[in-house]
């Protein structure tokens, strides 16, 4: 590496690091925490709710899951200003991560509450408990157990999905990395800087999920 | 009291239960023995509308029920008969992710509303009777199979029941477990609790029922106090079953 080359590396390092906390993980953490409440929406819509409900959340899962994050998010923002509808990058890309989450998460969120026992429905209900009354109580602090390190999967997914923000120009830390090209032209050395950042995000994330795993154990044996 | 009129419950096609009558008085020990399949867990689960019956009717105190077929409960007839029901599993069910203290408060305050430090007070005492004071802050799996169960009957009495039900409740436990189990449960038989229990341990059922049935094929095929059912069995089946048992 020449040391323009170098300099160039150690110049961008900051900027990305900046936008990465700044946009990347901001716009992961409001995300998660609109798509998680909207998973979990869906996922007791799809076993309990009345008919009608359950076929609209059955219809939003199947629609997510079935076209491309990319083309959803072009949808979004390029589309629908043609109905009136014009939002700005950021709140375009969280509606677009969000319902994301949302889809693919109360799958996850249904599989957990399905793996608790039929005994624990039953010990609540013996108990003179409600459905809701066993649900929120019983059943989904255990489900919620169950669906940590899936959901820590999913957060870390997100985390590098964000990069597809940069398409509809927010200014995370992928679009600052294609920026800072266009006036360098060392698409190689800036695309790799921005992936060893991306690796080092993933990283910690595994680690803080590894490290809430086994706090969750130290509870249940199983 | 509990006064059973008629029982059949059906699952699909097969009949488990075909018409079962029965009257508990208040304070009895009522023991349901019967080979597996004859419907007695069935029955018991009857009690507290974890199985809906297809025909038949249930009184217990002062809520009753006549079941029809396809027909609704009211969801508050339900609660309340199980407000006065305390159930004991064989799988023990505690709920895992609360200590045995907390098992034992949660239906106070979730059922109950009651005060989150009253509850905490009857569930000390509850455990204290079931000999468990000093595990109060473990988590189900600290604790052995035996102290589960306990804890679990001290759950199932935190509503103060007209009437517990026990559905083998020392199945899942060896002999040496499900000897403090038994104890306990000798012990509130003799305070006067209803109990209706189901079990395959004749030696228990003749020690602690005042009143025992014998179940076979969805039907009652032998009643009466422990000694007449046991010793002198008037019915064929029963005798059969019993000695069956004895060797």
Redesign the interface.
């Known amino acids: 590496m020449s040391d323009r080359q170098i300099q160039i590396v150690t110049d961008s390092f900051w900027p990305l690091l900046k936008a990465g906390v700044l946009y990347t993980i901001p716009l992961s953490l409001i995300t998660f925490a609109l798509g998680l409440l909207l998973a979990i929406v869906t996922a007791l819509a799809r076993m309990y709710a009345w008919a009608p409900l359950r076929w609209v959340a059955g219809f939003y899962v199947w629609i997510i899951r079935g076209t491309p994050l990319l083309v959803q998010l072009f949808i979004i923002f390029f589309g629908l200003p043609m109905v009136g509808l014009t939002l700005d990058a950021y709140p375009s890309a969280i509606i677009g991560f969000s319902l994301s989450v949302g889809a693919y998460g109360s799958e996850i969120v249904r599989a957990a509450i399905v793996s608790i ?1 039929k ?2 429905w ?2 609540a ?6 459905r809701v ?1 066993a649900l929120r ?2 059943i989904l ?2 489900a919620a ?1 169950v669906s940590v390190p899936p959901l820590g999967n999913s957060f870390i997914g997100l985390v590098k999905d964000t990069s597809l923000a940069a398409v509809i120009t927010f200014a995370e830390m992928f679009r600052r990395a294609q920026q800072i090209v266009a006036t360098t032209y060392e698409p190689l050395l800036l695309y790799c800087e921005v992936a060893v950042i991306y690796l080092l995000f993933s990283t910690v994330l595994s680690v803080l999920q590894n490290v809430s795993e086994r706090y969750l154990e130290r ?4 | 009291m509990i006064r059973v009129r008629g029982i059949r419950k059906a699952f699909g096609k097969q009949q488990v239960l075909r018409g079962v009558d029965f009257t508990l008085p208040a304070g009895q020990v009522l023991v349901i023995i019967g080979p597996s399949g004859s419907g007695k867990t069935t029955l018991l689960r009857c009690l507290n509308l974890l199985e809906v019956p297809d025909h038949g009717t249930l009184e217990l105190g002062n809520v009753s029920f006549a079941f029809t077929p396809g027909a609704k409960l009211r969801p508050q007839d339900v609660l309340s008969l199980r407000k006065r029901t305390g159930m004991v599993f064989q799988s023990f069910n505690l709920f895992p992710h609360m200590t045995a203290l907390g098992n034992v408060i949660e239906a106070q305050v979730t059922v109950q509303k009651k005060r989150k430090s009253e509850a905490e007070e009857t569930a000390r005492l509850l455990l204290g009777k079931v000999g468990l004071a000093d595990r109060a802050d473990y988590y189900p799996h600290k604790l052995s199979g035996g102290q589960q169960q306990r804890v679990a009957i001290a759950r199932a009495m935190a509503l103060e029941p007209e009437v517990l039900l026990f559905d083998e409740p020392t199945s899942a436990l060896d002999p040496e477990l499900a000897g403090e189990v038994l104890k306990v449960m000798k012990q509130l038989a003799a305070e006067g609790l209803t109990m209706v229990i189901v079990t395959h341990l004749m030696k228990f059922a003749e020690e602690v029922a005042d009143h025992v049935l014998l179940m076979d094929e969805g039907l009652i095929v032998e009643e009466g106090p422990p000694h007449e059912v046991f010793r002198n069995p008037k019915s064929s089946r029963a005798a059969q079953f019993l000695s069956v048992l004895t060797d």
């Open positions: 026992q005994g624990q039953e010990a209900y013996s108990l003179g408990m409600t009354q109580r019983i602090p255990q157990r509870y249940s044996a199983s």
